[in-house]
């Protein structure tokens, strides 16, 4: 998935990282960055601990 989002200012970040819940892991990777705007990869990441 691939998310664009318009920025008022360049905001220098490599990667973030968010845990919502217990088995959901969401990383956000800077991809590109445009005039004012910039683009992030969103990459979710479902852990199978609950299926074992």
Not at 10 to 20: A, D, G, R, T
């Amino acid at each position: 998935m691939i998310i664009c989002i318009p920025f008022d200012k360049i905001i220098n970040i490599k990667s973030i990282v968010f845990i919502s819940s217990a088995f959901t892991i969401i990383i956000i990777k800077v991809k590109c960055v445009k005039e004012r705007q910039i683009i992030l990869e969103l990459l979710v990441y479902y852990s199978d601990e609950k299926n074992h």
